[in-house]
């Protein structure tokens, strides 16, 4: 018994005659006739009584009719229910990055693809830029956005953008103030792309023996940053001042917004820096600058699958469009 049987039963009975309706189903009447009686077969019982006039119900055929009109009105919900369904990739797909970078990308790009793709899951893992490297090795992750990091044997891995690093706190007594300078040229955007939305104005600079020569709040060097400030430090020949070394995100924004000292931030931190305030201080680091580079990185050796692609072309889509409405201060590098 399946469904076109059934409707096939259905049309006997409505027409009241095998074979109007088998002119009604544009089958043979013969054809129908056997159908009908392989139902009887199955069912194992009568379901019409046949006459020289037509065919009547029997008790049996009408329950049957019942049930039948019911099945079929689910069988046909059914199919407008998975037809209705959202077509186009599915499964799951995890996606590592820098903590910091997650804060500013991962929130747009979630939102994204719930709305456009919601039979992709996206599970996230944020954490040290070094983590995320061996995410990526130990196949943790799908995708990675890897920072200062150009190539990694095992990976692909293909520019995404560059953007500056900041020096910020508090400044009571306007000592740090009377270091900074104007910036010597515009603050490039996004390559080869439409200019921002809106253009803020440029912030002031430090030069980077300024900078770390005041007292700093930095993590550890399981830190790119602080890894990076030590490294340029070092190959000019100049101390660095720390006062406070903790690896919480958050006791180092508790230090330097309660004017512990200063901190070195990425441009993708800046949404989280206080409200503006006379005595606090939020400058480009320049010579020399301290650019970071995120690369995407995926698989060598494993062509991504339909999911994985859209989820990469999110993670580019939203970090060019941020980089061109001006919401994130970067150079997009994508060609």
Known sequence: MDLRTLRYFIAVLEAGSLSRAAGTLYIAQPALTAQIKKLEAELGAQLFDRSHAGVTPTPAGLQLYEDARRLL??????????????????????????????????????????TTHPRIRVFVLDDLSLMVKKAMLDRRADIGILVDTPQVEGLQCKPLAREPMYFCGQDPDGTV?????????????????????????PRPEIDFADAVAQPLVLQ???????????DTAAALGLPINIVHEHDSARVIRSLYLNGAGFTLTPACAMQDAPPHRPDWIVARITRPALPRTYTLATHAGKPADAATQVVIDALAGQARAMIERGDWEAEWLQR
């Not at 797909?93 to 903590?99: D, I, S």
């Open 73 to 114: 009105s689910d069988a046909d919900a059914v199919r407008e229910r998975i037809q209705r369904l959202p077509q186009g990739p599915e499964g799951s797909v995890t996606v590592a990055l820098p903590f910091l970078l997650a804060s500013l990308l991962m929130g747009p790009v979630l939102a994204q693809l719930k």
């Open 220 to 230: 550890s060097r399981r830190y790119a940053i602080r890894r990076t400030v030590e």
């Open 177 to 201: 103030a009377k270091l900074l300078h104007k910036p010597a040229k515009k603050t490039r955007g996004a390559r080869n792309s439409a200019a921002p939305a809106t253009t803020p104005q």
